[in-house]
């Protein structure tokens, strides 16, 4: 399905709200961003990849991510069947002070209560030099 401009504001303030709810630790407010049948892959960090809100709740909450999460370079595109894609950016503090970069690779999907994510895949963005 093509976006329209509601479609793409609407899935930027949903890729953004993840990144305030997973700082506050704002478990009980999860299914504001994600389906019931999410998968979440943060393999690239470690952990196995999880599917259901309450998964990727026990995932988050886990010792080893970062401290602060910025979305970022969102790009929303038309995605297979009734689904949208999009990719983003996201930056994180760490516990040593670096900070990371990733690539959000993500399909959402509408529901009742609007757009959530029914996947999302992070790659890590390595410095080539």
């Given at each position: 399905m093509k976006p329209t401009t509601d479609d793409i504001v609407e899935?930027?303030?949903i890729l953004s709200l993840w990144a305030h709810l997973v700082d506050d630790h704002a478990w009980d407010r999860f299914g504001e961003v994600f389906t019931e049948d999410a998968h979440f892959d943060s393999s690239i960090f470690g952990f196995a990849p999880v599917t259901g809100?309450?998964?990727?709740?026990?995932m988050a909450s886990q010792e080893g991510h970062a401290s602060a999460h910025h979305t970022t370079n969102v790009y929303v595109k038309e995605g297979p069947n009734d689904g949208i894609a999009a990719l983003s950016k996201g930056l994180g503090l760490l516990s040593n002070g670096a900070v990371a970069s990733v690539t959000?690779?993500?399909r959402l999907r509408r529901t009742p209560g609007g757009w959530r994510l029914a996947s999302s895949t992070l790659a890590l963005q390595a410095p080539s030099y």
């Open positions: 899935i930027n303030q809100i309450e998964a990727i709740c026990h959000y690779t993500d």
